[in-house]
């Protein structure tokens, strides 16, 4: 036997945006390198998450490796010719503009 329903609870606090923002140029690195992202905000991300990122005709899959600061990522390129993954990443030294046009 149920009772009466009990009255609702306060509601929690709004969650993050899954994206950010390139504050700066970088480049992308070699297959399986690593390079400092300047951001926005490096809050919603977290480690071994896979990221996209595109400006213009750069683009390519990454994976978070680490967190230096709250402006800044460090990613990998995931990028791997001998598997064939993620064969649609820009060639390494394309640049990425910020802010993507």
Known sequence: MSGPPGEDGIDGLD???AF???TQLFDMPAEGASV???VVSSA??????ILFIKSGSAQGFFTVVGKP???LLQVTNLRNSATNAYL???V???DFV???P
């Open 98 to 100: 910020s802010p993507p």
């Open 15 to 17: 969650g993050l945006n």
């Open 88 to 90: 649609v990443n820009s």
């Open 44 to 49: 919603f991300a977290a480690i071994n998450q």
């Open 92 to 94: 390494p030294g394309t």
């Open 69 to 71: 600061s709250p402006t």
């Open 20 to 22: 950010t923002t390139t």
């Open 36 to 38: 400092a992202v300047p």
